[in-house]
């Protein structure tokens, strides 16, 4: 697509719509200390995933991960199968996620397999870099013994570095990051700490007595900073060196490590990886060495440092998960992606109930929870629901 003397060249991406793609697997099954770094990374306080006696004493008899948790147990933060194809002179950024469960949990021991195919695109002229492609791929998560554990769609931007760098959209450059005084900070903690009282029973409400209208329990994260981005990082376990394989079945062509168009320093060396694993390591090398790089952050567009949408659809998903309690469950889940969270700010996350039904899809009673996540300034961030099942 072209728009005055900017073209997007999609021409190598459209031989992978509807092919399966992306042949990569973890070697381990988790362990309750994956699901810990998790949730701490996430700064998800429910003990249900990190205190043992507590997890001991609840329905699951254990340590058990928050559904959340499946993003980290796939390769690429979930939204490789939506960047396949080469585009020159681009980069990616992540915007947004729907996801489907199917009610088995994940549990410590666990080890998920993936089907991920290219669901194809669409081109929409944006004012972040003019021609912009808004990429789908699919991930169908499994566990060993074959049981269906969630299946998501990953929506990707592929995007022009050199016109988003121009716009300047995200001019975060000439902004640095806010300051907190230690008032604010206070009420930051206050905020934080009131939303972890408010669940810490893990008593479900009852779906017969929930409103529409009914507020949740309102949330923050942050100040975010180089530090929460680059735990957040190591929270996928992808991230930890050595524990993924390429495993391509015979006879199949897998573009997963074909050149996506990316600028050299944005781009992993899986042959220098195999001397130094820092080349496959997605804080020093690779497409997402920006998020904690300010320099590379501002080559591509950003400004500077920025977060992980998949930790944003996290924060969505473990906070309708801690008011809908131990007896809740998500079905379904989809967020948007309006910006990153930059370094310095916080996000608020409020939510609302937004809908009831006695009878579902799911066969149980649910109800339906927006989300919005917003800065200190009020800017929306990210826009959410989720379709959440509860007792009676």
């Known amino acids: 697509m072209a728009e005055g003397d900017v073209t997007l060249d999609t021409s190598d991406v459209d031989k992978w719509v509807g092919k399966p793609v ?24 429910n003990p249900l995933h990190w205190d043992e006696q507590y997890a001991r004493a609840s329905r699951f008899g254990g340590i058990v991960a928050p559904q959340s948790f499946t993003v980290a147990m796939d390769y690429g933060h979930g939204c490789h199968p939506s960047c396949v194809g080469k585009i020159p002179g681009s980069h990616l950024i992540f915007a947004g996620e729907e996801w489907w469960f199917y009610g088995t949990p994940v549990r410590p021991g666990d080890k998920l397999t993936q089907e991920r195919s290219f669901a194809g695109y669409k ?70 700490l009131d939303w972890i009282r408010a669940g810490r029973s893990g008593v479900s409400p009852l779906w017969s007595e929930v409103k529409v209208g009914d507020p949740l329990p309102r949330r923050v994260i942050g100040p975010h900073s180089r530090v929460t981005f680059a735990l957040e990082c190591r929270a996928h376990r992808q991230n930890i060196w050595g524990t993924w394989r390429w495993n391509v079945p015979e006879g199949v062509y897998d573009p997963a490590t074909e050149d996506a168009g990316f600028a050299d320093d944005m781009s992993y060396d899986f042959e220098a990886r195999k001397i130094d694993p820092r080349h496959g390591d997605g804080l020093f090398h690779g497409p997402s060495s920006g998020h904690i790089n300010a320099e590379k952050g501002e080559k591509v567009g950003m400004g500077g440092v920025y977060g992980y949408g998949s930790s944003m659809n996290a924060w969505h998903l473990d906070t309708v998960a801690y008011w809908a309690g131990v007896d809740g469950f998500i079905w379904h889940s989809k967020t948007q992606f309006r910006s990153p969270a930059f370094e310095g700010d916080v996000t608020y996350v409020d939510a609302t109930v937004v809908d009831k039904q006695e009878t579902s899809a799911f066969g149980l009673p649910v109800v339906t929870v927006e989300t919005r996540m917003t800065t200190q300034e009020g800017a929306t961030i990210l826009k959410g629901t989720a379709t959440v099942s509860l007792p009676r």
């Not at 042949?23 to 309750?32: I, R, S, T, V």
Request: charged share 30%.
């Open 22 to 45: 992306i042949f990569a697997e973890f070697y381990d099954p988790c362990n309750a200390t994956d699901i810990r770094r998790w949730v701490q990374a996430m700064d998800y306080a």
């Open 123 to 192: 081109i929409a002229d944006t004012s972040f870099a003019g021609p912009t492609m808004f990429a789908d791929g699919d991930t169908v998560h499994r566990n060993q013994h074959g049981a269906l554990v969630a299946k998501e769609r990953a929506t990707s931007i592929r995007y022009l570095v050199e016109e988003a760098a121009k716009r300047k959209v995200y001019d975060k450059g000439n902004v640095p990051p806010k300051l907190w005084s230690r008032s604010e900070l206070e009420e930051v903690a206050k905020v934080r």
